[in-house]
């Protein structure tokens, strides 16, 4: 009788650890206490599982990819901060366009920031100066053109922060570069940041979607009087109507990537 117990207390411990193995193997939402804790793309936070990111393409959609509250190395996929929201805006550089309904899925909007440092913040065209952006299918056939939406260029002295070029229109420029002045580029200033949306021929802003590459051209080291200490980056932003509505950038992601020049960023 003894070992019989013995037999059905064994059995039970291996049934028990089974089910903790199976119930580990997709681990969002159960507990823990360290990373190791958790299944493979999950990390523990206030002691519960929750998905690991690199970009915002990583999480459910309407989810946004932000930096672990806990401080530790690393992303997370977190709740958007607006899944149902509406945009009523007509812009200045876009009067025709009307109004748009943003049901948290789709992603409008894109966040170029400056990131420079040292000599080129001197001058009065401060930090990165914008040419053109475009958002482009993964063959490199350009689907729009970025306007301006959200404009947090800094700088006191930055007097090339208009945005007369980013007006969802192609560049009316040949070749390399164009002369550099107001109506050519769009200077961010140090730390500065703009927010543009990509418009189709209809006057539509089109999703950012997975597959897709933004293209951002600055007078930088493809130009030949341009900075090679310029540098940018670029992330995605969940909330359109936060960011052209209320310059609130909080539901913008972590970069997807950047560089000085003409960089590609893939979605």
């Known amino acids: 009788m003894k070992n019989m117990n013995r037999l059905l207390g064994l059995l039970f411990v291996g049934l028990a650890s089974t089910a903790l193995f199976?119930?580990?193997?997709?681990?969002?939402?159960?507990?823990?206490?360290?990373?190791?804790?958790?299944?493979?793309?999950?990390?523990?936070e206030a002691e519960i599982c929750v998905q690991s990111c690199t970009t915002v393409a990583d999480c459910p959609a309407?989810?946004?990819c932000s930096a672990r509250p806990s401080g530790e190395a690393?992303?997370?996929?977190?709740?958007?901060?607006?899944?149902?929201?509406?945009?009523?805006?007509?812009?200045?550089?876009?009067?025709?366009?009307?109004?748009?309904?943003?049901?948290?899925?789709?992603?409008?909007?894109?966040?170029?920031?400056?990131?420079?440092?040292?000599?080129?913040?001197?001058?009065n065209d401060p930090g990165s100066d914008i040419i053109y952006a475009s958002l482009e299918d993964e063959t490199g056939t350009v689907l729009g053109y970025a306007s301006l939406e959200f404009d947090g260029t800094t700088g006191d002295d930055n007097t090339f922060n208009a945005g007369l070029n980013l007006d969802g229109s192609a560049p009316s420029f040949t070749g390399t570069c164009p002369e550099f002045?107001?109506?050519?580029?769009?200077?961010?200033?140090?730390?500065?940041?703009?927010?543009?949306?990509?418009?189709?021929?209809?006057?539509?802003?089109?999703?950012?979607?997975?597959?897709?590459?933004?293209?951002?051209?600055?007078?930088?080291?493809?130009?030949?009087?341009?900075?090679?200490?310029?540098?940018?980056?670029?992330?995605?932003?969940?909330?359109?109507?936060?960011?052209?509505?209320?310059?609130?950038?909080?539901?913008?992601?972590?970069?997807?990537?950047?560089?000085?020049?003409?960089t590609t960023i893939s979605i």
């Open 181 to 262: 002045d107001e109506t050519s580029v769009t200077a961010l200033g140090c730390g500065g940041e703009i927010g543009v949306r990509f418009y189709d021929d209809t006057n539509t802003p089109i999703a950012i979607e997975p597959g897709m590459q933004i293209r951002v051209v600055e007078f930088g080291n493809n130009c030949p009087t341009g900075s090679v200490s310029d540098e940018y980056e670029v992330s995605l932003c969940t909330d359109t109507n936060a960011v052209v509505n209320n310059e609130d950038t909080s539901s913008c992601g972590s970069s997807l990537g950047g560089g000085s020049g003409e």
């Open 74 to 123: 690393g992303n997370i996929c977190v709740a958007g901060s607006n899944m149902n929201n509406t945009n009523n805006t007509n812009n200045t550089n876009n009067t025709n366009n009307t109004n748009n309904t943003n049901n948290g899925d789709p992603v409008y909007v894109a966040l170029i920031t400056d990131v420079t440092t040292g000599d080129g913040c001197m001058g």
């Open 22 to 44: 199976v119930a580990c193997s997709d681990s969002e939402g159960e507990s823990c206490l360290t990373d190791t804790d958790c299944a493979d793309a999950f990390v523990c």
């Open 62 to 64: 309407g989810d946004e």
